[in-house]
């Protein structure tokens, strides 16, 4: 089975901070790789697929990239919005899929 | 945009069974595939099975087989999501998601999500 792994597991931000968010998988996985962000009490959200394709309607500031193994979700100008936790999931291995376990991003 | 409304909170007993349904709006249903998720309070999002018409049977995550039914009807539009023996640890939000491709090429991502239900497992 792929595995993911995702560093750091939280960090502290302020708004108007470029934020990046690390994503690796235990194998090769191309670029078969979506993020979603997780507010409390919402459901989860899709904001890039295909490692670097950005769902519609979701803010430029937000950007995938990456291939192979390693991956990079960045925020590149933090809103008050964006405090949520980030998870990346491997579609490689269709019809199974994985997530990683989370980067929760709070305020400073 | 598509919805997908989940069915009410629920709480059972320890040993029990629960069924969610998914149902969903337009005519969307055909051709899509379905997922569900569940997130554990203080924990991630966990991907438990799904079924996508293109692959046929439905698939499970290994810790859920033999424990978890995935069904589709097509007829009401309503995906729905079955789990058996039921523990504490079943304690969650389920989601179900709906699974989209690329057109043309093999590439698949949850797009939509449904509103997301309570099961609480206690005695």
């Known amino acids: 089975d792929i595995q993911m792994t995702q560093s750091p597991s939280s960090l502290s931000a302020s708004v108007g901070d470029r934020v990046t968010i690390t994503c690796r998988a235990s194998q090769t996985i191309s670029t078969y790789l979506n993020w979603y962000q997780c507010r409390p009490g919402k459901a989860p959200k899709l904001l890039i697929y295909a490692a670097s394709s950005l769902q519609s309607g979701v803010p430029s500031r937000f950007s995938g990239s990456g291939s192979g193994t390693d991956f990079t979700l960045t925020i590149s100008s933090l809103q008050p919005e964006d405090f949520a936790t980030y998870y990346c999931q491997q579609s490689y291995s269709t019809p199974i899929f994985t997530f990683g376990p989370g980067t929760k991003v709070d305020i400073k | 945009q598509v919805q997908l409304v989940q069915s009410g909170a629920e709480v059972k007993q320890p040993g029990s069974s629960v069924k969610v349904s998914c149902k969903t709006s337009?005519?969307?249903?055909?051709?899509?595939?379905f997922a569900w998720v569940r997130q554990a309070p203080g924990l991630g999002l966990e991907w438990m099975g799904g079924?996508?018409?293109?692959?046929?049977?439905?698939n499970y995550a290994q810790k859920f087989q033999g424990r978890v039914t995935v069904t589709a009807d097509g007829s009401t539009s309503t995906a729905y999501m079955e789990l058996s023996s039921l523990t504490s640890e079943d304690t969650a939000v389920y989601y179900c998601?709906?699974?989209?491709?690329?057109?043309?090429?093999?590439?698949?991502?949850?797009?939509?999500w449904g509103q997301g239900t309570l099961v609480i497992v206690s005695s």
């Open positions: 079924i996508i018409p293109i692959f046929g049977a439905p």
């Open positions: 337009g005519d969307t249903f055909s051709g899509y595939g």
């Open positions: 998601a709906r699974v989209t491709m690329v057109r043309g090429v093999p590439i698949f991502y949850f797009d939509d």
